[in-house]
């Protein structure tokens, strides 16, 4: 009796493929070695560090905001199509939740004078 053998790739054999690894394990480490291995500058004045954070911080509550109103804009959208008087709700109480999240820093800024 034979053993029954692997049927061989027609494409890539064992050692390509083993090798093909090597080379995307060596590329995606070099790619996140480069991509995330940025210098940290200091700064004299420890304000504008903080107002930095601040509008970075900022930036990505805005991002977040901007999304939530996308969202909200395409769940009303689909309950007009589909005539859904909850999915509408929802979708408003997104779009009106985006808008506030959006807008956060100015609301902030009224509000604190």
């Keep these: 009796m034979s053993k029954k053998q692997k049927p061989k ?3 890539m054999s064992s050692g390509v493929k083993r090798g093909f690894r090597v080379y995307a394990t060596v590329v995606l480490a070099l790619t996140l070695m480069f991509a995330l291995g940025t210098p940290a500058y ?3 004045d420890p304000l504008a560090v903080v ?4 509008d970075f911080i900022f930036g990505l509550i805005r991002a977040i905001g901007l999304i939530l109103v996308g969202f909200g804009i ?11 008087p909850s999915q509408r709700a929802n ?3 997104t779009l009106a ?3 506030i999240i959006t807008f956060t820093r100015e609301i902030l800024s009224v509000i604190t004078g």
Excluded: C, R, T
């Excluded at 107002?51 to 601040?54: D, K, Q, R």
């Excluded at 395409?74 to 859904?84: A, C, F, I």
């Design 42 to 44: 200091a700064s004299d």
């Design 9 to 11: 790739s027609p494409l």
């Design 91 to 93: 979708g408003f109480l």
């Design 97 to 99: 939740g985006g808008i």
């Design 74 to 84: 395409v769940q009303v959208g689909m309950s007009l199509k589909s005539h859904d």
């Design 51 to 54: 107002n930095n954070l601040s």
